[in-house]
């Protein structure tokens, strides 16, 4: 997980997906590992018979590894992120905040918008182009999206 939160154009939004992601699939192998199903442990599941002792410890030590990711980004996880930001093709414009609503409008019916967001395969919002284009949309997504997720970034630079 360590690895998949560095890099350039990391984003606040990455991070959310990519720890909550790992809460969720630890969350999973817990419950798998409750019902004696040990396909993600490739040690235990080569072991004739698991005792009771080691069973417990392994299953704490899960639970407490999603208890401390949930307490250490409990911020992260209560961050909401407007659906525009990253499906703005499928967004309802009454859903969105009166200011935006016009860029949005512009922006869901710009066909070459697609194309850069393909492209390059960055937010859109971070396009130069579109910057120029929607410049208080961009600028929103900016403030949501380019705070450091995390030291990499700043030790980057």
């Not at 859109?124 to 929607?134: G, Y």
């Amino acid at each position: 997980m360590n690895a998949e939160l560095q890099g350039t154009n990391k984003t606040l939004l990455d991070s959310k997906t990519k720890i909550f992601g790992f809460v969720t699939r630890v969350s999973q192998c817990r419950v798998e590992l409750s019902q004696r199903e040990f396909v993600n442990f490739v040690c235990l599941n080569s072991c004739n018979d698991v005792s009771d002792r080691v069973f417990n410890v392994i299953t704490s030590h899960l639970q407490s590894m999603v208890t401390d990711i949930m307490q250490r980004f409990v911020d992260l996880s209560e961050m909401g992120f407007p659906g525009w930001l990253t499906q703005y093709k499928l967004v309802e414009l009454g859903d969105v905040e009166q200011q935006f609503q016009n860029e949005l409008a512009d922006l869901q019916n710009d066909s070459s918008a697609e194309v850069v967001h393909k492209g390059k395969c960055q937010f859109m919002r971070l396009d130069e182009e579109i910057i120029e284009n929607c410049p208080n949309l961009s600028k929103h997504a900016q403030n949501l999206l380019l705070p450091f997720p995390t030291s990499y970034l700043v030790e980057c630079a």
